[in-house]
Structure formats: C-alpha cells, structure tokens
C-alpha cells in the first residue's frame, strides 16, 4: 500500500491466492489487465493484487469499527486489516468533495470479536453530515 501510494497509484481489490507466503504479491493488474515492473502507468491507476495466502498459517483478519469514519479513512483502515471495500453512498453525493465528506454509518460484516478471511469484502453504507448543508 505504501509503495503504490508513493508512487501515486491506489490500491484497489486484494485478491488472495493459495501460496506459501502470505502477502507476497503474485500478481498486479490494471482493469483486468497484468502490469509488470517496470510498465508506465498513469498516476491514479487502480492496481488489483493477486496476493499469496498461507492457509496453514491461518490467513484470518478482524473486521475494524469503521463507523463514523470519512469513506477515504475507513477504506484505508480495511485495507490495512486486509480487507476489500464496497460502498453504498446517498444519492445525495453528487461529487468527489462529497465523497469525501461522506461518514460511514452501517458496515456489513459488523465488527466482531470473531475472526474473517483475509480479502473479506466489508459493505460500507454512508452519508453526508449535517454540515455538509445537505
């Protein structure tokens, strides 16, 4: 994650594999497509990740309480925790400046003291606060 975003890319999905070393990128991708080191990309390009999990090791995650974080927080804690994200905004968003004023309100799975697979999707569901005249 640090690399991508020092390189100005961004992170997308995280797909886990069976593979002897857990988080070990096997794979990149853009819109589908492999890029390999060394290709020009456009800053901002979504990169998907093929990564390596070693199930022996147990290959599990909690899921963080994301309520009440801005959507750009909350999906770079999910991803921390190794997690991907899907977001339901309101059709009140109607920009980037209010996505990114937007606030988690529900997540499904809720977070637990139980444990999720690494790669787990999280639905976040947002909204706009009161403050952002809406």
Known sequence: KAELKSRSLVLGRLN???DIAT???LRQRIDG???F???I???GSVIDLDLGLNYEEGGNTSVPDVRSLSYRKATD???DY???VVAKFPKS???YADTLAAVVVQQSPEPAAQTVRMGTTVTVTLKLPKSAGR
């Open 16 to 18: 886990y594999v069976p």
């Open 23 to 25: 988080n070990m990128v």
């Open 33 to 35: 497509k492999d890029i």
């Open 37 to 39: 080191a060394g290709d």
């Open 41 to 43: 990309v456009e800053a």
């Open 77 to 79: 804690v999910l991803k």
């Open 82 to 84: 190794s997690l991907n």
């Open 93 to 95: 968003v109607k920009s």
